[in-house]
């Protein structure tokens, strides 16, 4: 088959496979709700994967987090995944979507999607710290990056 873009579900573990081979910057994500895929043709080329909010004080069980999204460059396949997932957790019972860009990325396929940019968080050491009770080893990727928080709502 062959064609333009169009949103195709994915398993986890094709998720996993193309955000291994495709992703700057992060591993594979620690949660898990849902993921979708974006194909030109017969090949992925796009995915995104959907979890609970890994800031704990968001996890209040309306709100979905976008924990990773990867594509191969393929030209507006980012802004269809963002459109599909929200989408997808919309039909789900979801009511609050976020996300998180790295300070330099533009943000342009969520502005595209409907996401707005509505906090700056600050750089920080890594995930341990003088709070957590359990130190967690730096990840590289996660460390002395500023990010930007984006959310959607129903």
């Known amino acids: 088959m062959s064609g333009g873009l169009r949103v195709v579900p994915v398993t986890r573990d094709q998720a996993l496979a193309h955000l291994a081979a495709h992703h700057r910057h992060h591993g594979r994500p620690q949660g898990y709700r849902f993921a ?4 030109e ?11 609970r909010p890994v800031a704990r004080a968001l996890d209040n069980g309306q709100t979905i987090e976008i924990v990773r999204v990867a594509t191969d460059g393929t030209p507006n396949a980012c802004s269809m995944l ?10 789900l ?14 943000g342009a396929s969520l502005r595209a999607s409907g996401w707005r940019l509505v906090a700056e968080l600050p750089a920080r050491k890594g995930w341990s710290g003088h709070s957590v009770a359990r130190p967690r ?11 930007l928080r984006w959310e959607v709502w129903a």
């Open 93 to 106: 019972g979801y009511t609050h979507g976020i996300t998180y860009t790295q300070e330099g990325e533009s």
């Open 82 to 91: 963002y459109g599909a997932c929200w989408r997808a957790a919309r039909a």
């Open 41 to 51: 043709g017969d090949r992925l080329v796009g995915v995104a994967m959907a979890g």
């Open 36 to 39: 979708v895929g974006v194909a």
């Open 137 to 147: 080893e730096v990840r590289e990727g996660d460390a002395g990056i500023v990010r």
